[in-house]
């Protein structure tokens, strides 16, 4: 999703508030939770629905 919408990590991590390693480990797939306001945040700089972002396999 960030490649579609041309921004990098680091801007985005800025505009949302956490670190660049945390964004990381969120793009990894290694937390095992996350805060809402964290996942509104993302959802809202990046003009998407959760369910674009995520995925169940």
């Known amino acids: 999703m960030l490649a579609r919408r041309k921004v990098r990590s680091r801007v985005l991590a800025e505009a949302i508030g956490i670190t660049e390693s945390k964004l990381s ?3 990894s797939g ?3 939770g996350m805060r809402f306001s964290t996942l509104a945040a993302i959802c809202c700089y990046l003009r998407r629905e959760p369910g674009d972002i995520f995925g169940y396999t």
């Open 25 to 27: 480990l969120l793009k």
């Open 30 to 32: 290694k937390v095992k």
